[in-house]
């Protein structure tokens, strides 16, 4: 490879960094705020350079996709299915709230997507898990499975409500706790025939730049 400058070096030290902490690939404007660079166009110029110097690759159909050229490309596509209440149980009709075609595609980590294609992430929608760190606007990792410890983190559907929510769940003896992780919450209580469990979380992916 070619040498490359001192500024391009800062922002693959800064992808090498944020790779190895998180598990997964930073997006433009974690590049244009941590490097302190004046505006995403210059950002992308630098990426494109350093693709044509072969540091890094990049898919421009997938999010965070930008890859290290010396750590290879081990890592899992990851579609973004819907949304999930964190908060109030959002509605789930068929062609709004749960999609066939992802809303858009992550490149993870093996070890964040360790599951393989039984993976799949939803961007979150309130604050019931606030104190569990997953705010309203992040990404919640998810692995399809039919059922969860208690303490575990799941995306559950309440079949009569016909609607899904992200709560922590609990067996209490002839019902479902369903609990936020928020202080200022109550929980919610199902009888069991009611609640389908269809996911638990395995990971989250903050989304720093909340509006003001």
Known sequence: MVQTSQRRRQILDFIRKFIEDKGYSP???DILHACNISSIAVVQHHLRVLEEQGYVSRDPHVRRSITLADRGRHTNKVPVLGYIAA??????????????????????????????????????RGLSMIDALIDDGDIVVMQAVNTVNDGDMAAVWLKAEQEVTLKKLYRERDRIRLQPANSQME????????????????????NLKKPS
């Open 27 to 29: 997006t433009i404007r």
């Open 187 to 206: 929980p919610m209580y199902h009888n069991p025939e009611n609640v389908e469990v269809q996911g638990k979380v395995i990971g989250v992916i903050r």
């Open 87 to 124: 908060g109030q149980p959002i509605p789930v009709p068929q062609s709004d709230t749960w999609h066939e075609e992802p809303l858009e595609t992550l490149e993870l980590s093996p070890d964040m997507a360790s599951a393989g294609n039984n993976v799949y992430a939803l961007k979150v």
